[in-house]
Every structure is written in structure tokens, then in C-alpha cells.
């Protein structure tokens, strides 16, 4: 990793809040867009369809059960055989099972998530959003309610007592207001596996849901948007030796659920011809309270950094010469409401 690559995710991971995470953006190229080859890459994760010139509201499951997970190696397949000539077969081991990691995979009709069952938070949560489906209106957040989620083994749940007097909200991943055109597609917003530990003064009732505002708008410029959201967990240098750690809460009892340090946000706004061009945006906000005043574009950084600190891939099949810059492409700038007031009503009590 180059020197500029460390500063700028070092940069991001301070954990003082707004003002320290901006520092980081000076170490931007100006205004271009990444130009990393595309290469191509094995995945397990469920496809996602090119966008179509007649667009409409996210269909149902594709898939038949509430969630699927990767399949289990076998010798034949994922390892090698050791030859004739070899004293010693490690393979052997999986006859008792296989160790993983298994990411736990859910397909849900406004949803598809990844969850870490070491940290108990999503790895990474997609979802598609357009006119037609923020124009319908069928769901409403009071008939819904958080829950656990069936899909995943219960050792490795979030749990809600978890949450109990945490101090966090329970902070979703794809909000419930871009699933209102289907009451069970908003219910199941509401499983943990699309939330995480989030501050909820100054952030997830503030900033963060003036950032999810921000992408709803987008659809009145591109008929097509496409979102993943997740959790970092980024270093942070310590005064005291200089050296640079990763430090983050431990939420429950006993403690299960990591508080990221950071959120992210990567956006796909498409403008809704075959091959047509895609604006990327990649956003990083620290998990703590932001002030409104604080411009959008000062947690603008490159999808690859992102990638670089999650771990994960965004952009790999999408040809450079089909990318645009987002904030070059249309303003990257917050409208201020009051959501503060609406959420302290709906989750009080529910903490």
C-alpha cells in the first residue's frame, strides 16, 4: 500500500468526529474519477442485473427461503488432494466440518445483506431505489418492529437485549423510508442483520439521515440508484506511543456486537440506459455526531479506498470509460430537516 493510500485511510479513522475525518480529503486527487482497471473476480454473492430503460418497483425474493449461505468446500472441489507421495493430508480435517468464514447472505424484497458473524453487524447491505418505488407509499413504520434474525445461527445473532441501555441506536443500514412501497418490504428492514450500532444524537437522527435524504433526491435526477451501506472499523493513532490502533466498543452482555468506528456508503446512480453511464460516489462519516453545517463533500473519498479499508469490491466489472464522478455529475449537497424530533418520538423506549 503506497504512503498516500495509509494517509487517507489513516486520515478517515480519527475518531474525534467530523473536523478530523475532512483532513483526510486534502490527500485527494482533485476531481478524477478512479481509473483502476477493471478485473475480473470469483464471487458468491447473488447477481445484480444491469439496469433496464423501463424501470419499477424492486420485484420480490429471488430467492425461495429468507436467506442462503455459501456452500461447505469439499476435497474435490476447494482443496487439493495431497499426492501419493505426501505424509500428511490437512484436508482431512474438513471431514468434521469446515471452519468458515461464512458470510450469511439474505435476499429480501427491498434488501440483500452479508453479515459478519464475528462482529454480529453486516458486512455490506444493497439496495435499489427509484422513482416509481419512492413514489408508492404502502408502508408505514409504526406497523413495523426490530427483530432478530431467524436466518442466522443463533450463537452468532445480534440480539435486541443486546441494544438494551447500549447508549446506540439501532441503526439501519437501508432505511426503512426508501421500502415504503411494500409494508413487508419495510418490516424487513427492521431485522439486525441490516442495522448497527450507530450515535444517535448529532448522526443516525441527524447527519446520517439527512445522507440517506440526499440519496432518495438523487432519483430526481437518475432514474436508477444502487447503494451499499455498511461498518468500518478503521486505526486511530495513540498519542501516548504513537502508534496506530484499531479500538472500538463492544455493545451487550456479554459483549457481541461491534460499534464501528466509521460508516460508508458507496453509490451507483445509473442513468438507466443498457451500457449507459454509472455516477460513482463513495462517502466515509465517522460514528459520531456531525454538524449539519458540515459539507457532504468533506467525507468524499474514492471507491477504492473504501475498498481498501472494508476489504470488499464495488466496482470491478464497471468499465472506466462508464464511470462518472457524482459530485462532478450533480451537486453532492445535504437539505436540512428535522428528523431529530420524529425519531426521538418513534424510538423512545426502544433503545
Known amino acids: 500500500m503506497s504512503k498516500t493510500s495509509v494517509a487517507v485511510i489513516a486520515a478517515v479513522s480519527a475518531g474525534a468526529g467530523a473536523a478530523a475525518t475532512a483532513a483526510m480529503y486534502s490527500l485527494r486527487s482533485s476531481s478524477k474519477v478512479e481509473t483502476v482497471a477493471a478485473t475480473p473476480i470469483t464471487t458468491t454473492c447473488p447477481a445484480i442485473s444491469p439496469p433496464k430503460n423501463s424501470l419499477s418497483v424492486p420485484s420480490p425474493p429471488v430467492f425461495a427461503g429468507p436467506a442462503t449461505t455459501f456452500p461447505t468446500p469439499t476435497t474435490s472441489t476447494a482443496v487439493a488432494v495431497p499426492g501419493a507421495d505426501s505424509p500428511v493430508n490437512p484436508s482431512g480435517l474438513f471431514e468434521y466440518g469446515f471452519p468458515g468464514p461464512v458470510a450469511d447472505v439474505a435476499a429480501r424484497r427491498a434488501l440483500i445483506s452479508s453479515f459478519d458473524r464475528r462482529l454480529r453487524n453486516p458486512h455490506w447491505v444493497v439496495e435499489h431505489i427509484t422513482p416509481a418505488s419512492l413514489a408508492i407509499r404502502d408502508g408505514d413504520r409504526k406497523h413495523s418492529q426490530f427483530l432478530e434474525d431467524p436466518a442466522v445461527p ?20 437501508v432505511p426503512a423510508a426508501d421500502a415504503k412501497w411494500n409494508q413487508n418490504a419495510m418490516d424487513e428492514t427492521f431485522y439486525l442483520t ?158
Request: net charge positive; hydrophobic share 35%; with cysteine.
Open 154 to 173: 443463533e450463537k452468532f445473532r445480534a440480539k435486541l437485549k443486546d441494544y438494551f441501555r447500549s447508549g446506540f441506536d439501532r441503526g439501519h443500514q
Open 194 to 351: 441490516n442495522m448497527c450500532p450507530q450515535v444517535g444524537e448529532g448522526f443516525n437522527r441527524d447527519y446520517w439521515a439527512h445522507l440517506e435524504d440526499f440519496c432518495r433526491r438523487l432519483t430526481q435526477t437518475y432514474p436508477s440508484v444502487r447503494i451499499v451501506t455498511g461498518p468500518l472499523y478503521l486505526p486511530k493513532r495513540d498519542p501516548t506511543d504513537n502508534k496506530w490502533y484499531v479500538k472500538y466498543e463492544m455493545i451487550g452482555n456479554p459483549p457481541n456486537v461491534a460499534v464501528p468506528t466509521h460508516f460508508y456508503k458507496v453509490i451507483f446512480a445509473e442513468d438507466g440506459k443498457v451500457g449507459g453511464n454509472v455516477a460513482l460516489g463513495a462517502f466515509v462519516l465517522p460514528n459520531a455526531p456531525i454538524p449539519n453545517e458540515k459539507p457532504l463533500t468533506d467525507f468524499e473519498v474514492p471507491v477504492e479506498a473504501v475498498e481498501r479499508a472494508s476489504g470488499l469490491e464495488f466496482a470491478t466489472k464497471l468499465p472506466v470509460q462508464r464511470r462518472k464522478r457524482l459530485c462532478a455529475e450533480a451537486s453532492c449537497a445535504l437539505v436540512i430537516k428535522d428528523y431529530a424530533d420524529k425519531q426521538k418520538a418513534f424510538s423512545k423506549g426502544k433503545r
